[in-house]
């Protein structure tokens, strides 16, 4: 498995875990748990922690724009581990620092989807967040203005 899907698939088991349990968990352990299940790797340790940190800071806008997307669901419909997973994909298409390619983040969301939700979930988190990433792309654009042709300077004689 390769660094970042590994590293997002531990994102995903802190999201979980925050997700379903109202205890607050110290820093201190959720770096120990990145590190122990990335066997210390700074790199992996470090996006696993961008990502979880970056889901938590803009959970509510992200929160807002799977449950506009998400046609007849509630949040709290949905199978944890799918809000979850929506949770990682949208920050990854929508707010991530370095941003991931659409298709790879869809991606990398369907396989861990695969192996950690339901026979349906697949098909469910692809579907949103394929209209998430459309709607991001399909922003109105800006209309821009006419500019006047602008004259050439008059040289001033010194």
Known sequence: MMRRSR???VALQLLFQKDQNPT???RKAIVKFAGDRLL???E???FCLEVYDGVLAKQG???AIITATAENWRLTRMLPVDRNLL???TYELR???????????IDEVIELARRFGSA???SFVNGILDKIAKTKTELPKPVLEPVAPVEPATPVAL
Not at 95 to 105: D, F, G, K, N
């Open 40 to 42: 210390d790797d700074a």
């Open 44 to 46: 992996s340790v470090g």
């Open 87 to 89: 949770r990682l994909g």
């Open 120 to 122: 349906n979930s697949p």
């Open 24 to 26: 607050k968990i110290g």
């Open 61 to 63: 806008e992200i929160d």
């Open 95 to 105: 707010h991530a620092p370095v941003p991931t390619p659409i298709a790879v983040a």
């Open 7 to 9: 590293a997002r698939e």
